[in-house]
Structure formats: structure tokens, C-alpha cells
Antibody
Framework: QMQLVQSGPEVRKPGTSVKVSCKAS????????VQWVRQARGQGLEWIGW????????KYAQKFQGRVTITRDMSTSTAYMEVSGLKFEDTAVYYC??????????WGQGTLVTVSS | SYELTQPPSVSVSPGQTARITCSGD??????VYWYHQKPGQAPAVIMY???ERPSGIPERFSGSSSGTVATLTISEVQAEDEGDYYC???????????FGGGTKLTVL
């Protein structure tokens, strides 16, 4: 059974960093790409960036360039997304999604990141 | 930056056909992917590469793309089809992806 399991909710102060993990199982992680997407409460989906697991090639939306880092650990089939310089407006549910059998057919359960002083 | 445009809302009666459009300048050269999201749940892919339907997705769902507009068509709409629908596609380089603003489908 293919699945992505994300780390639990986080609360951070403005200006700090957060790192969210996304552990894959049930499909060949090395052959997939992982996208990170976020959704503020009541808002639409926002694309953050992606990593090609096999090559470790990454791309980031211009908005997040320099503030987000996506990495992966092949030994544990886990992808990571770190956001630095957190702002109140970064409060959102962060999702990872991977290509298992079809493009982006496997999504994590979401991780709520709350930025609060 | 690249944008995809969707209508904010579509309303149909049960059994009717719903059409949700997604427009973007790079669509003639890039595939579109469609997702359905119900409240409190992660999105789920319902169409990929314009017209391909993942296994388990009913045949009532179909996709098309012509020029700068892609369309998701839902025939014989059912109450369970309610929710938010998002299109996604990369920009002309293929490296940077974007979502449309989302369309809320209401079954009257």
C-alpha cells in the first residue's frame, strides 16, 4: 500500500525555521519525484517546489527561492522541506505528494505549521 | 510569474454535466493535471496528462485540452462530486509548477 507519512504539527515563532519530513512506503521512492504544496486555511493550493528523488535535482517557486530547501534521504525513502525566516503568513497545512503509479497520486496527510509569537 | 485561471465556482443539479475550465498560456505545450479536494482531506488526482484517468476514477470524469484552455468534464454529477477542483500544470520550461485558483463545485 503506497503512502506518504508526514511529521506532526509544528508551532514556531516568526524568524525561525521548520523542517517537515515525508516518509514514503509502498512504491519505489528512487524513481519518483516529490512535490511540496501548502494550503492556508480557506485558501487554494500553492506550489512550493519539488525534488527528483533519483537525481536530487530541485526546483522552487520564485516566491520561495532562498527560503525553502527540499532534500531527500534515499536510505530512509524520506523527503524533507525546510522553511526558514518564517512569517505569520507561512501558517498553513504543508503537503508532500509523490508519483507512485501516476503523477502525484500519493499525498501525505498534511502537516500544520503555525507561526505565532 | 505563470498563472492558471479557473472559475471560482460551478453549480449543477444532480445528473447534469459540470464543466470546469483552466486557462494558461503554456497549456498548448504542457499537460494539465486535475485534483479533487474534499473538506479536511488532502487533494486526490483525478486526471493526468490532460485526458488520462487513474484507476478507480469513474468514467464520468473526462478531460480535454485545446489551445490555452483545458476542461474537466463531469457527467451525471452526483452529490459526492462536490468539493474543490484544482488544475495544475508546469510553465513553459517544464520546471516550475503552478496550481489554478480552484473551483468550488456545488451540487444543487
Amino acid at each position: 500500500q503506497m503512502q506518504l507519512v508526514q511529521s506532526g504539527p509544528e508551532v514556531r515563532k516568526p524568524g525561525t525555521s521548520v523542517k517537515v519530513s515525508c516518509k514514503a512506503s509502498g512504491f519505489i521512492f528512487a524513481s519518483s519525484s516529490v512535490q511540496w504544496v501548502r494550503q492556508a486555511r480557506g485558501q487554494g493550493l500553492e506550489w512550493i517546489g519539488w525534488i527528483v528523488a533519483g537525481s536530487e535535482n530541485t526546483k522552487y517557486a520564485q516566491k520561495f527561492q532562498g527560503r525553502v530547501t527540499i532534500t531527500r534521504d534515499m536510505s530512509t525513502s524520506t523527503a524533507y522541506m525546510e522553511v526558514s525566516g518564517l512569517k505569520f503568513e507561512d501558517t498553513a497545512v504543508y503537503y508532500c505528494a509523490a508519483d507512485a503509479n501516476y503523477p502525484l497520486d500519493c499525498w501525505g496527510q498534511g502537516t500544520l505549521v503555525t507561526v505565532s509569537s | 510569474s505563470y498563472e492558471l485561471t479557473q472559475p471560482p465556482s460551478v453549480s449543477v443539479s444532480p445528473g447534469q454535466t459540470a464543466r470546469i475550465t483552466c486557462s494558461g498560456d503554456a497549456l498548448p505545450d504542457q499537460y494539465v493535471y486535475w485534483y479533487h479536494q474534499k473538506p479536511g482531506q488532502a487533494p486526490a488526482v483525478i486526471m493526468y496528462k490532460d485526458t488520462e484517468r487513474p484507476s478507480g476514477i469513474p468514467e464520468r470524469f473526462s478531460g480535454s485540452s485545446s489551445g490555452t484552455v483545458a476542461t474537466l468534464t463531469i457527467s451525471e454529477v452526483q452529490a459526492e462530486d462536490e468539493g474543490d477542483y484544482y488544475c495544475q500544470s508546469p510553465d513553459s520550461s517544464g520546471n516550475y509548477w503552478v496550481f489554478g485558483g480552484g473551483t468550488k463545485l456545488t451540487v444543487l
